[in-house]
Structure formats: C-alpha cells, structure tokens
C-alpha cells in the first residue's frame, strides 16, 4: 500500500498545481488581450474591459500595479519585457504573468492569482481521501488475512496434534476434512499410517506372544529330558545327550525360521513341493509319536503340482497341527497331500473322539471363554486358554492368512481334520526337494 500510495499522491499533486496553473495562464492571457495597451495611470483604478475577471491586476514594466487587485509590487511582473511568462509563489498566492503587447513592445503584464491554499486545500482533500480508502483496503485485507490464516493454520494444527498422538501410541488417528487438498492429502497419509502402524504392532504383539509359546514347548521337552537323565541313576546319559542335542537342533531350527518370518513380513512365496514337506515333517515327528506308541502315515496323491508359499512358514504350520494331534489326539496320525479346487490341501488327522459339534469359528480365534481352544467348529475339550494352549494354533492361523493361505477345522467327528490350503505354484509337476530348513543337521 505504501508503494502505491506515495507516489500517487505525489502525482494529485503535481497534477492539481498543474490544473491550477493551466487555468491562471489561461485566465491571464484573455486579461491581457482585452486590456489596452496605454495602461492607466492611476492606482487603482478599474479596468472596465476585465470586470469578468476576477483577480486580475495590471502591473508596469517596473512590477509596480497600476490597476486592478494584488499586491503593490510584483516581483514575478518585474522585468517582464525580457523575460517569458512567468508562473509562481507570491506572498500566499499562485500567480501567473501575461504581457501586453503594443507595437512590438511590451506594454506592461497581467497578474491572475488564486490563493495557494486553495491547491494545497484540495491535494489534502485527495490525499485525507486515499489515506481514508487505504485504511478501509488494509482493514479488509487484515480481516480477509486474518479468516484465511485460521482457515489454513486449523487443519496444521489438527495435523500436529494428531501426529503428536500417534507418537505417543495413540493409533485411532482419524483424517478430518478441511476442505484443503494438501492438509485432506496429508491428514489421509496420517491416518493410512496410523491403521497401518496399528495392525503392525498388534500382529508383532500377537506374533511375540505366539512365539514364546512356540518356543517354549521344545526348551520344556529338552529340560525334562535332561533333569530326567540326571536324576535317574539308571538312565543312558549318552542318549539323553543325543536326544538333547537332536531337540535343540530342532529348536535352533524353529528360531532360525521365526526369526525369518520376522525380517520378511511380506512373506517370500517360492514353489514348495508338498510331498517334500511332508517327509520332512514326519522325520522330525515320527520319534515322539513312537514315543507314545502312535504310528504317523503319510499319503501323497499321484502327480500333485506345487504350492506357493514361505518354506519356513509351511514348516511352522505343520509343527503346531502335528504338535497338537500329539498332546490332544490319540491314534495314528495322517498327513495327506492332495490338489483341491486349484489349491495344495494338506489334511492333518488323529483318530481322536474329534471336537464337538458348536458353532464354527476360525482356528486360533482368541476370544473364546476359559477353558476352550479356538478352532473351526468348536472348541477342544481338556484345554484351557490360561496354561497357553491354543497359542500354537493361533499362530498358525495368522502364518497361513498373511502368506496368503488358510488353516481350518475341516472336519470335528468322528475324527478332527485340520486342512491347510495354498494355491497351486506356476510351473510344471513338483520334482525337486524342499529347500532346507535353518539346520542341515536335522
């Protein structure tokens, strides 16, 4: 405003000084041209031919006046026989010269003035009324600043305090409309990253706890077996040493497998060859069912294609379906691989009394009352959710749901069946062999 406004009022100025002079000059030169030449000769006295003009006085060549209104001497009217028309400041008024011509000559001079404050009277009018329109446009603008500055600093700081919650764990961070696309983008990217934030920590938590159960199984056969070969006197402590090496070789392999779903949350889908697997399991399962005088069989079906699936994900399934047939299933225990609807199944069996037949929810749902384990159609009998039971099948529920297959209780009685499904891998008939665990010493 200020760049605006000093030089236009500069400009109302000059121009209305020069509106002024141009109409004195003006004024002066008609006076001159219908006063006649043989000036008159006493002061004073009235110029008929110029009563129309008021304002006008006739001066000598000397400066002095000789009739008509202004002061007794003009300096602008001195000398105006060698000098141009004059224009000026003089005693308080704008004044202008015109000469009288006579014969050639130069007669005597016009004086037309007007008070000067009535120019400067008139620029402060102007510049009161530009001072006056600049306040209003500056208030307007302040105003206008003022709405627009809470309507863009509301959603910043709807954005900082939702950033602030969420760093201090607070992941029900919601997007909230301003009507702003940059805020409205940047509250969305928030609240995306909050849900997604939120999901990651509940499935590390659940992951963790799920784990600790997984771990925990394989450290309590290793510690039995060991403080048994202690504290029995008759006990072949060259074989408990072997069995104790053989289960931690198992359980470095379930470390080594955890510890890599953990760094591929993605989950690595590589072609799996079921019947491979199934081997491979029921080596590491045969000795404990033996134990228990059970018998495990294996049944392949003739020319079954590949899986896509995580190995160490595939692995860890097996060990909880086959760890759960051994502590709460009785009989034989069947693996089965076979091609279903454009899937791999993979059906885990006992010949147990099956679970009973209640509404079905998913295997491994946690919200299930005290003493049931959460499976697909109904809880187990003899189990309570306080000494961890069922954490097994929760997480290989959540292993098989993020690598983009399923867990589910396919069948409650006579028999409990549990069937875990991955789509058939691109390529040809499975040939090669699964690729190897954490340990080759397995």
């Known amino acids: 405003m200020v760049l605006f406004a000093l030089p236009l009022a500069v400009a109302v100025q000059r121009l209305y000084r020069s509106e002024a002079i141009a109409t004195l000059q003006e004024k002066a030169a008609r006076a001159a041209v219908v006063v006649p030449d043989s000036l008159p000769t006493a002061p004073g006295q009235a110029l008929p031919q110029t009563t129309s003009l008021s304002g006008v006085g006739v001066y000598d060549i000397a400066g002095r006046k000789v009739a008509g209104v202004g002061p007794a001497m003009s ?21 202008a010269i015109a000469p009288i011509a006579s014969d050639q000559t130069v007669a005597g001079t016009v004086r037309v003035a007007i008070p000067y404050s009535t120019v400067t009277d008139r620029v402060y009018q102007a510049w009161a009324a530009m001072a006056l329109f600049a306040a209003i446009a500056i208030g307007l603008a302040a105003v206008i600043a003022r709405r627009q ?12 305090q939702a950033a602030r919650a969420l760093g201090d764990g607070d992941f029900s961070v919601r997007a ?7 805020a409205d983008s940047a509250s969305q990217a928030l609240q995306d990253t909050a849900v997604h934030l939120g999901r990651l920590l509940d499935r590390e938590r659940a992951f963790s706890s799920d784990v600790s159960h997984q771990l925990r199984t394989p450290l309590t056969a290793l510690r039995v077996g060991l403080e048994s070969a202690v504290t029995r006197p008759e006990a072949d402590v060259r074989t408990a040493l072997k069995d104790a090496l053989s ?22 889908l590589v072609p799996v060859d079921a019947g491979a697997l199934l081997a491979e399991a029921s080596e590491r399962w045969r000795g404990p069912l033996d134990a228990r ?25 097996l060990d909880v379906l086959l760890s759960n047939a051994l502590w709460h299933g009785e009989g034989t225990v069947t693996l089965t691989a076979r091609q279903a609807d454009g899937s791999v199944a993979i059906d885990v069996a006992d010949e147990g ?12 749902h946690r919200d299930l009352p005290a003493g049931r384990v959460a499976v697909n159609g109904g809880p187990a009998p003899d189990v309570t959710a306080d000494d961890g039971h069922g954490r097994g099948l929760a997480l290989a529920r959540s292993l098989a749901a993020a690598a983009g297959g399923s867990l589910a209780l396919a069948q409650t009685a006579p028999r409990a069946v549990f069937t875990v499904t991955f789509p058939v891998a691109a390529g040809p008939v499975a040939t090669t062999q699964l690729p190897p665990a954490a340990s080759s010493k397995r």
């Open 176 to 182: 909230q409309r301003s009507g702003l696309r940059e």
């Open 247 to 268: 289960r931690s070789e198992h359980l470095s392999d379930i470390v080594e497998d955890l510890v890599s779903l953990v760094r591929q949350p993605g989950f690595t």
């Open 353 to 364: 009394p099956g679970m009973p037949d209640e509404p079905a929810q998913p295997v491994g």
């Open 293 to 317: 005088g059970r018998h495990l069989v294996r049944v392949i079906e003739p020319q079954l294609p590949r899986c896509a699936a995580p190995p160490a994900a595939l692995r860890q399934i």
């Open 149 to 160: 500055a809470l309507r863009l600093a509301a959603p910043l700081d709807q954005l900082t």
């Open 75 to 95: 300096a602008l009217a001195a000398g105006h026989g060698t000098s141009p028309a004059r224009v000026g400041v003089e005693g308080g008024d704008l004044a």
